[in-house]
Nanobody
Framework: QSRLVESGGGLVQPGGSLRLSCASTGFGLLGLPIGWFRQAPGEEREGVSCISDRAGTMTLYADSVKGRFTISRDNTKNTVYLQMNSLKPEDTGTYYC????????????????????WGQGTQVTVSS
């Protein structure tokens, strides 16, 4: 069964770090873009970051996470990472990764409508 599986969430104090992973089963991620999104309770889902296919030459970040979060991919492990540093309480939410079945080479988007295959999410809580 094809799935995207997020992991690495948890409870962390403000200023701390977490690394989220998005791994695929049943298919490879090499030729596919990956987007990371998050949703806080009572809020709409928002784009956090994305990375284009293969070498990941294109990356995008929401203004709220620039300089703190880094997206990367390891195609040998079929995994995309989101390194999150200097975490703030407002980073709290459920984090989802998503991909698109038809890739535009070298491109990714921060719009959730661009993606058609989603993981189940992992919870990140930033609190003292």
């Amino acid at each position: 069964q094809s799935r995207l599986v997020e992991s690495g969430g948890g409870l962390v104090q403000p200023g701390g770090s977490l690394r989220l992973s998005c791994a695929s089963t049943g298919f490879g991620l090499l030729g596919l873009p990956i987007g990371w999104f998050r949703q806080a309770p009572g809020e709409e889902r928002e784009g956090v970051s994305c990375i284009s296919d293969r070498a990941g030459t294109m990356t995008l970040y929401a203004d709220s996470v620039k300089g703190r979060f880094t997206i990367s991919r390891d195609n040998t492990k079929n995994t995309v990472y989101l390194q999150m540093n200097s975490l703030k309480p407002e980073d709290t939410g459920t984090y989802y990764c998503a991909t698109r079945s038809r890739s535009n080479p070298g491109f990714c988007a921060s719009d959730e409508g661009y993606y058609d295959f989603w993981g189940q999410g992992t919870q990140v809580t930033v609190s003292s």
